[in-house]
């Protein structure tokens, strides 16, 4: 039997930090959101659609630009990483072909960084995305998933915990209970949307063993954040 690891902040392996949201905070951009778990806060703003599109970008599709400030200094490998995945992601979940020949610019704001900061900035681009009106497919959620040394999985670390952890995966699954799309097509090769997964980025070392019980923990995690994330949602309408 694998043992359970300890946390310092007296969480439990399956529990998240405090989860904060609001929407409409910036008043010059057009959507935006702020997103904290924990002492990790994130705030997004969107700016656009705006004519034309950059160059190398398909002009029959809206294009999607993210732009991530770290809290200080300059931007690095690893912000640009983030800066790419987040692009993916969102371009994933958008409905690219009702704008075309527009650029939507995302910018990504780190407050504060105590671990998963990339879910924490994904979730707060899909909020900012819903404030501006951006048309979707459907939202996405984003969950940090960790392996400890004895191969526990451990979920939304802190910083010190992600420092300890022998791999983390940050996962990024479909909100289906706010799809814009049509009942029936949100099947993927058959499957329910829900049993997706849209973006997976693993650092570190696991098992294929380990890996799937991340998504396992992970996908669960998200089904509950969904909920918050519609409540939420419905009651600033």
């Not at 699954?173 to 799809?179: D, E, I, Q, T």
Request: aromatic share 2%.
């Amino acid at each position: 039997m694998m043992m359970e690891t300890d946390r310092k902040d007296g969480r439990t392996p399956n529990q998240p930090r405090m989860l904060s949201c609001s929407r409409n905070i910036l008043h010059r951009a057009h959507g935006s959101a702020s997103w904290s778990r924990g002492e990790t806060k994130v705030l997004a703003a969107v700016y656009g659609p705006k004519a034309g599109t950059k160059k190398n970008e398909d002009p029959e599709k809206a294009c999607i630009e993210v732009i991530w400030k770290p809290k200080t200094g300059q931007i690095g490998k690893a912000e640009k990483e983030c800066e790419m995945i987040m692009k993916k992601t969102i371009q994933s979940i958008c409905l690219l072909t009702v704008n075309p020949n527009t650029t939507t610019s995302v910018v990504v704001q780190v407050v504060n960084d105590d671990g998963a900061l990339l879910p924490c900035a994904i979730n707060a681009a899909c909020a900012a995305l819903v404030d501006a009106g951006i048309p979707m497919k459907h939202l996405a959620v984003a969950i940090c998933c960790c392996v400890a040394e004895e191969g526990s999985v451990v979920l939304d670390p802190t910083k010190l915990e992600e420092q300890q952890m022998r791999g983390f995966a940050y996962l990024v699954f479909p909100n289906s209970a706010l799809s814009a799309l049509p009942k029936g097509s949100s099947l993927v090769d058959g499957e329910p949307l829900e049993h997706g997964i849209i973006t997976s980025v693993t650092h570190g070392v696991m098992s294929v063993d380990e890996y799937l019980r991340c998504v396992g923990r992970g996908r669960a995690a998200c089904a509950k954040l969904s909920d918050v994330l519609r409540r939420s949602l419905q009651k600033s309408e």
